[in-house]
């Protein structure tokens, strides 16, 4: 089974508008980290915000927030006052364990974003 | 948050020959780093986690000789691509945990290697 899951290959949203882009994850593990990534078309992945597994409110960074439902497994990333510069490849990612431990990314496949004008 | 160097950010070679990939961590010290490789309008894929100190660890189906990983330092590790064929162009992105403001670990990329094999 996919640990991550992201269902919308492609999405389009109106300048100014928010928009939101969903993350499923699948784990057994009790601790465990929920990440989203920019990549724009210049191929670096920018950190955008993070969810702990125990973290009771959802994660807020400027124009970011993290809808955690922890009972549905889902993790989407909103955003709001879409600008131009939003336009890029979204992922999703979960590390499982504790904070503390070296395990890697699992990375979903992806939503490319795209601010219309 | 915290700075991951790689460089260079784009290099073309001739078949057979090997390129060296950077990967810094600026600013902390990263005992742990990642090497993934993308292709295009994909998600990124783990070809193995570099150690400081120790031998990496490969995922599965990556050639350790063929990828050679060097962790000498807290701030540096290096992949290797030896005997570059054209199947290997791609794009390498490293990734070291480092600190957020929030005092998480948090994995953050380097800028990216476009690899172009003739």
């Known amino acids: 089974a996919q640990k991550i899951t992201q269902t919308q290959p492609g999405m389009f949203v109106q300048e100014k508008e928010a928009v939101t882009l969903d993350c499923t994850y699948d784990t057994s593990d009790q601790s465990y980290g929920l990440f989203w990534y920019k990549q724009p078309s210049s191929g670096e992945m920018i950190f955008l915000i993070y969810q702990g597994s125990y973290d009771e409110q959802n994660a807020t960074e400027g124009r970011y927030s993290l809808n955690f439902q922890k009972a549905r497994k889902s993790a989407n990333l909103v955003i709001s006052a879409s600008q131009l510069g939003d336009s890029a490849m979204y992922f999703c990612a979960m590390r499982e364990g504790t904070s503390g431990s070296a395990r890697q990314l699992t990375f979903g496949s992806g939503t490319q974003l795209t601010v219309l004008p | 948050g915290a700075v991951v160097s790689q460089h260079p950010s784009w290099v073309i070679c001739k078949s057979g020959t090997s390129v060296k990939i950077e990967c810094r961590s600026l600013d902390f010290q990263a005992t742990t780093m990642f090497w993934y490789r993308q292709f295009p309008k994909q998600s990124l894929m783990l070809m193995a986690t570099?150690?400081?100190?120790?031998?990496?660890?490969?995922e599965q189906g990556v050639e350790k000789d063929k990828f050679l990983i060097n962790h000498a330092s807290l701030t540096l590790s290096t992949l290797t691509v030896t005997s570059a064929h054209p199947e290997d162009s791609s794009f390498y992105i490293c990734?070291?945990?480092?600190?957020?403001?929030?005092?998480?670990?948090?994995?953050?990329f380097g800028a990216g290697t476009r690899l172009s094999v003739l």
């Open positions: 990734s070291a945990r480092g600190q957020d403001r929030g005092g998480g670990n948090i994995q953050y």
């Open positions: 570099s150690n400081e100190g120790s031998k990496a660890t490969y």
